[in-house]
């Protein structure tokens, strides 16, 4: 269930290139229960920016939350490089995703 629904999200936000080697909005970011389950990674020392974050980039890419999905495809988080996709995402769109995100997040 949450498998399809997950999916189901990020399948509805478009995806870019990003400038090579650039992680600059990598982060603390926030991680649904699921998500957090699909990590087979152990976290980085702490005091780095995200503890995925390896030397080369993501060491989880594939399965990034969401909301690293989500970041430079809708108004509010657009990339300081200028990097977006053909066809942002429009403030509402982002925003039902996000809803949707959030309950789902919140079940038990
Ligand atoms: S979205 Fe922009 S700031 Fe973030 S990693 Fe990609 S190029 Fe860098
Ligand atoms: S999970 Fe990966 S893409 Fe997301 S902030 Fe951390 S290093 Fe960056």
């Known amino acids: 269930m949450s498998a399809k629904v997950h999916k189901a999200l990020?399948?509805?936000i478009p995806?870019?290139?990003c400038k090579e080697g650039c992680t600059e909005c990598c982060g603390p970011v926030p991680f649904s229960a699921w998500e957090r389950d699909q990590v087979k990674i152990e976290p980085g020392k702490l005091g780095r920016r995200c503890p995925y974050l390896g030397e080369t980039g993501c060491l989880i890419y594939e399965n990034r939350p969401l909301m690293c999905?989500?970041?430079g495809t809708v108004p509010e988080m657009k990339c300081p490089h200028k990097c977006r996709p053909e066809k942002?995402?429009?403030s509402l769109e982002g925003r039902r995703?996000?809803?949707k995100y959030r309950k789902m997040a919140e079940r038990p």
């Open 97 to 99: 995703i996000l809803a």
């Open 88 to 90: 942002m995402l429009s």
């Open 15 to 17: 995806s870019f290139k």
């Open 69 to 71: 999905r989500l970041y």
């Open 10 to 12: 990020y399948a509805q």
